[in-house]
């Protein structure tokens, strides 16, 4: 079993910067993908960022590119989300999500909220 925990969600004015982090734990896996998902109201979750442990980054939403960057601490088991110049639209709640060993079985943090006021 893998445990996540988010942390840094907040209200921040549009505009404004938020942090993000997750941290695994558990015993006895290897990471292969940490990602961060959020889920806006009205829609479904949708991917925002994923990263590989080494290093390699995809951006899933062409809006967040140029203002999310996301980040992975293999020795700590962390991976950050730092978002810029956020927007009222970024509201939502923002999962934390790993795919761990070679079955690549996927774990979800309880999520974090993210409130940006215009």
């Known amino acids: 079993q893998v445990q996540l925990v988010e942390s840094g969600g907040g209200l921040v004015q549009a505009g404004g910067s938020l942090r993000l982090s997750c941290a695994a734990s558990?015993?006895?896996?290897?990471?292969?993908?940490m990602a961060w998902y959020r889920q806006t109201p009205g829609k479904q979750r949708e991917l925002v960022a994923g990263?590989?442990?080494?290093?390699?980054?995809?951006y899933g939403n062409s809006d967040v590119k140029g203002r999310f960057t996301i980040s992975i601490d293999n020795a700590k088991k962390m991976v950050y989300l730092q978002m810029n110049s956020l927007k009222p639209e970024d509201t939502g709640v923002y999962y934390c999500?790993?795919?761990?060993?070679?079955?690549?079985?996927?774990?979800w943090g309880q999520g974090t909220q993210v409130t940006v006021s215009s």
């Open positions: 999500n790993t795919v761990v060993g070679s079955e690549w079985y996927s774990y």
């Open positions: 558990g015993s006895d896996f290897s990471i292969n993908v």
């Open positions: 990263i590989t442990t080494g290093g390699a980054a995809n």
